[in-house]
Nanobody, 128 residues
Framework: QVHLVESGGGLVQAGDSLRLSCAAS????????MGWFRQAPGKDREFVAG????????YYIDSMKDRVTISRDKANNTTYLQMNNLRPEDTAVYLC?????????????????????WGQGTQVTVSP
């Protein structure tokens, strides 16, 4: 079992930046990919960004790739999501997921079902 804890969300104004963190408690879990998703009320969970734990290769949803950066800190077992120029439509609960599958396609990274464990999420609210 892997315990993921997100933090860094909050209430900000349009144009502001936030840095979200996802700390993983289980050091022996062989993570292959860490992902950030978001879910707004009444909407499906949406992929935002993913990162290969081994080589830091990053993947982004096209609609946000110029405003977000995903990174990981192996020493602290933490994944980050830097979000800039936030917009009201970015308002959602942001969740991180951990995947262990070692052979996968890039397309799988974008799917919530690819991830084995999830955190509880952190709320991001962007006011106009």
């Amino acid at each position: 079992q892997v315990h993921l804890v997100e933090s860094g969300g909050g209430l900000v104004q349009a144009g502001d930046s936030l840095r979200l963190s996802c700390a993983a408690s289980e050091l022996t879990f062989d993570k292959s990919v860490m992902g950030w998703f978001r879910q707004a009320p009444g909407k499906d969970r949406e992929f935002v960004a993913g990162i290969s734990w081994r080589d830091s290769r990053a993947y982004y949803i096209d609609s946000m790739k110029d405003r977000v950066t995903i990174s990981r800190d192996k020493a602290n077992n933490t994944t980050y999501l830097q979000m800039n120029n936030l917009r009201p439509e970015d308002t959602a609960v942001y969740l991180c997921g951990a995947a262990s599958k070692t052979h996968y396609t890039v397309e799988e990274i974008y799917k919530a079902r690819f991830y084995d464990f999830w955190g509880q999420g952190t709320q991001v609210t962007v006011s106009p």
